[in-house]
């Protein structure tokens, strides 16, 4: 069992703040080192007590198996924090921009490229591999193949919010040197709203879970002018990196290992340990498998 820490007691740090949407964040010492705590977003109205804490077990399910594929994440720790009299379930987030080293996200890159006609927020997936092949911080063909990695990691967990401000680079002050930045904000992942109604409706119901594997969610990302369905793109071959990607990143996916990680998980009950690993094997084994098998056998020409 992932141990139990209790995150009310840590030294806040003073002058560092975070932005973002989705619920408030602080800055505190923990093991001598800097972690941004998340707390989970109240909404406009009354949540579950379930659906109250989801988009923080998202953050640390979803980073962890990034961590686990080989693809660079922050690293995280669950655990509460007790604000008057009210303990809640926070995602503990190490800060991976201190001594020297800032973040810039994809957005404020893409700004960067003055002879496009568009902004840096706009998500259509043709300006944004145009800003790939066009910044000069890292390596296009490097960047190219993160992008999509994380794509296809993203597609596996139901990431419907990876946008151009949650992913990007860290330079080094010192160094004068960019570097892409480990992958962050997985809080949309996994279905973070679903209560326990949801959950179980998914578990029992094989037409309510295949609408949320072949319908939603969707991408963040823009194909023509629509966010990019998961499903059709990828068995579609609608892109020769992507399935490139499937292949490199699908045989590393042990089933078997995630759902020993998530056995492990404190603070969730018996029904999000079914949930989140009844999800996640139904996307690999409906979504992935079959793309991979497809890529592999040539019937992507």
Known sequence: MQKRIDFTNCKRILGKAYNGANGKKIAVEFEDDSYMLKFP????????????????????????????????????????????????????????????????????????????????????????????????????????????????????????????????????????????????????????????????????????LNSRIFQFPTSAIKYNGRKINYYDFIMGCENKQCMEAVIRITPRIDIEQINLFIDEIPYISNLQQKFYKTYISARYEKLLLPAYQKAISGGCK
Not at 85 to 100: L, M, Q, R
């Open 41 to 208: 977003p109240s909404g406009e109205k009354k949540p579950t007590e379930l659906s109250y804490t989801n988009s923080c077990i998202s953050e640390h399910i979803g980073s962890s198996i990034f961590n686990m594929l080989g693809i660079k994440a922050q690293h995280t720790h669950l655990g509460t924090f007790e604000i008057n009299g009210k303990v809640k379930i926070i995602c503990a987030c190490k800060d991976f921009t201190e001594k020297n080293i800032n973040l810039f996200d994809f957005c404020s890159i893409k700004n960067t490229i003055i002879d496009s006609e568009h902004n840096g927020s706009g998500t259509e997936l043709s300006d944004i591999l145009e800003t790939i092949e066009k910044q000069e911080f890292v390596k296009p063909k490097q960047l190219n193949q993160y992008f999509w990695d994380v794509f296809v990691i993203d597609a596996l967990l139901g990431n419907f919010d990876r946008h151009n401000g949650n992913w990007g680079f860290l330079f080094d002050d010192e160094l004068q040197q960019f570097k892409i930045a480990p992958v962050f904000d997985c809080g949309s992942c996994l279905l973070p709203q679903a209560d326990e109604k949801v959950m179980n409706d998914i578990l029992t119901n094989e037409d309510e």
